[in-house]
Every structure is written in structure tokens, then in C-alpha cells.
């Protein structure tokens, strides 16, 4: 795959953004290896923006395992300061999954109940609620009403 090039104003944002992570991916005394070369694959697929290590202390290895691994993954390369590469490849979409018909699922939810005097802690108690209940303003669980419809409503449909 070839490189993805950037814009200079494009690389400035990334750089921005990448300023603040840590790098995911630590490159040894044994170089690109495959299973380095996977690793940052797989971090790219997660991130879109990456920074990793490279502990050589040669120069122009690093520069040339920047450019290699942003050849070999379709990635553009951002920025090589110091020890650090910055890489980035936009993320894939992922394909959504279409529920069929489902309802909500069960969830924990904490229901907190205040003394009437004020002196005293509130309780909490955590509820497991269902797809068909809620939870009513006083704390109590309730299974929900279906809506009732109109008979002109009814007689359209």
C-alpha cells in the first residue's frame, strides 16, 4: 500500500493531536520485525493516530523504518522527533449491526433515597431494571404500560 500524504496544515493538526498520547509501541534492538509491524497494524486499526518508540540510536534507521512502515501499512507519517514516530491512517468504518426488533436490555441502576429529616445518610440501592420496567421519580420499579391507541388510530393502520 502506498504512503497517504499530508498537507502541511494537515500535519500540524495531527502532530497537535498526538502531542498528548503516549506510544503504544515500543521497537527494539531486533527492528521491524513482522510481529512489530503487525502490532502497529493493529494499533493503527484501534487509534488512527499512534506514536511509537524506536530505541536505535541511529538516525537514519529511524527514518527509514518510518518511511518503510508507512509504505508497508498505507499510513502517513507525521512526525520523527527524537526517538518518537508519529503515525496516522484514518480508522476503517466499522460495519453496524441492525438490531432485530429488540428491546433494551437489562441494566443496574442506583436508585438514592433521602432521609426525611435531612440528618441522616441517603441510602443507596443499586435495582436491576429489565426492557419492559422503569424507574418511577419515587424509586420504585415499575413495568411499563403499553400506549394505548386511538380506535381511529387503530381503524387506519
Known amino acids: 500500500m502506498p504512503a497517504i500524504s499530508l498537507t502541511p ?3 500540524k493538526d ?6 498528548h498520547l503516549n506510544p503504544v509501541v515500543l521497537i527494539g534492538s531486533d527492528g521491524l520485525t513482522p510481529a512489530v509491524v503487525k502490532e502497529i497494524d493493529t494499533a493503527l486499526r484501534a487509534h488512527g493516530l499512534i506514536k511509537v ?6 538516525r537514519p534507521d529511524r527514518e ?7 509504505e508497508q ?3 502517513a507519517p507525521v512526525q520523527h522527533i527524537g526517538k518518537l514516530l508519529v503515525l496516522w491512517r484514518p480508522i476503517p468504518e466499522k460495519a453496524s449491526v ?10 443496574v441502576v442506583k436508585i438514592l433515597k433521602f432521609s426525611k429529616s435531612g440528618n441522616h445518610r441517603a441510602q443507596i440501592k443499586k ?3 429489565f426492557g419492559n ?4 421519580a419515587g424509586g420504585e420499579v415499575k413495568r411499563a404500560k403499553l400506549r394505548v391507541t386511538s380506535v381511529k388510530k387503530k381503524a387506519q393502520g
Request: aromatic share 2%.
Open 133 to 136: 420496567q422503569r424507574v418511577t
Open 98 to 107: 441492525e438490531a432485530d426488533a429488540r428491546l433494551a436490555g437489562p441494566r
Open 14 to 19: 495531527k502532530r497537535g493531536e498526538a502531542h
Open 64 to 70: 527509514a523504518a518510518l518511511s518503510q512502515l508507512a
Open 53 to 58: 518508540r524506536m530505541f536505535s540510536d541511529s
Open 73 to 75: 501499512l498505507g499510513a
Open 127 to 129: 435495582v436491576t431494571v
Open 9 to 11: 496544515a494537515e500535519r
